[in-house]
């Protein structure tokens, strides 16, 4: 990495545990994680390796137990959760496993509600935009429950990119969806990840789909593994 690249995403040494009725349990142990800035980086392992605690700690969801994490420059440790999710606004954007539509929200509505959460005067005109751009003009006043899960994905990749973030975090974006629809859903991530700049972070156990980023992290028990 050149010393002047800007790291969107900078972690250093951090670990979770968590308390369980058999005691306590190291979910996550001493993890380095470098993200610069329109990189992409996939996190992989089986499922219970801690994959998802990792991203929500390198997204501010969640605090470790030890360690730093920076996200854009600004230390996490003394944020509140307002602080966090203010850092977050306008800047990062998630796609899911389950795609998270409001169910009486059209799809256009559903694009749109970040944007005017945001105070962006423009966010229908932004919202339909970010449709076309994933093949669903069509779909713009339907319902989610009208749409496939392949065109409810596509849905939250459009209400992900539109706020324009400099950062996505992904977490199994493909895990709902068949082998075919998948593919077409992973391409149209990055396709928007390569034009726009984004710097991506994606959770998978699909190891083709890991491949197409730029670094892998295997995690096994909490570790990560060479």
């Given at each position: 990495?050149?010393?002047?690249?800007?790291?969107?995403?900078?972690?250093?040494d951090?670990?979770?545990?968590?308390?369980?009725?058999?005691?306590?349990?190291?979910?996550?142990?001493?993890?380095?994680?470098q993200?610069?800035?329109?990189?992409?980086?996939?996190i992989?392992?089986?499922?219970?390796?801690?994959?998802?605690?990792?991203?929500?700690?390198?997204?501010?969801?969640?605090?470790?137990?030890?360690?730093?994490?920076?996200?854009?420059?600004?230390?996490?440790?003394?944020?509140d959760?307002?602080?966090?999710?203010?850092?977050?606004?306008?800047?990062?954007?998630?796609?899911?496993?389950?795609?998270?539509?409001?169910?009486?929200?059209?799809?256009?509505?559903?694009?749109?509600?970040?944007?005017?959460?945001?105070?962006?005067?423009?966010?229908?005109?932004?919202?339909?935009?970010?449709?076309?751009?994933?093949?669903?003009?069509?779909?713009?006043?339907?319902?989610?429950?009208?749409?496939?899960?392949?065109?409810?994905?596509r849905v939250?990749l459009?209400?992900?990119?539109?706020i324009?973030?400099?950062?996505?975090?992904?977490?199994?974006?493909?895990?709902?969806l068949?082998?075919?629809?998948?593919?077409?859903?992973?391409?149209?991530?990055?396709?928007?990840?390569?034009d726009?700049?984004?710097?991506?972070?994606?959770?998978?156990?699909?190891?083709r789909?890991?491949?197409?980023?730029?670094?892998?992290?295997?995690?096994?028990?909490?570790?990560?593994?060479?």
């Amino acid at each position: 990495m050149n010393s002047g690249t800007e790291l969107v995403v900078e972690a250093s040494d951090i670990s979770k545990q968590v308390l369980t009725a058999a005691g306590e349990l190291s979910v996550l142990d001493a993890i380095d994680v470098q993200l610069p800035a329109g990189e992409s980086l996939a996190i992989v392992g089986e499922s219970g390796s801690g994959k998802t605690t990792l991203l929500s700690l390198l997204a501010g969801l969640d605090q470790p137990s030890s360690g730093e994490i920076s996200l854009f420059g600004r230390r996490l440790k003394g944020l509140d959760e307002d602080g966090r999710a203010a850092l977050r606004l306008g800047r990062v954007g998630f796609v899911f496993q389950a795609f998270h539509l409001l169910p009486s929200f059209t799809a256009l509505e559903n694009v749109a509600a970040p944007l005017e959460l945001a105070g962006n005067r423009a966010a229908m005109a932004k919202a339909r935009a970010a449709l076309e751009r994933v093949g669903l003009a069509h779909r713009l006043d339907h319902l989610p429950r009208q749409l496939s899960g392949g065109e409810q994905q596509r849905v939250a990749l459009a209400r992900a990119f539109a706020i324009g973030p400099r950062l996505l975090f992904a977490d199994e974006p493909t895990g709902n969806l068949d082998q075919n629809t998948g593919a077409r859903v992973a391409d149209l991530l990055f396709e928007l990840n390569r034009d726009t700049g984004t710097s991506l972070i994606l959770v998978t156990h699909d190891l083709r789909l890991a491949a197409r980023c730029q670094t892998q992290i295997r995690l096994e028990a909490g570790r990560r593994i060479a």
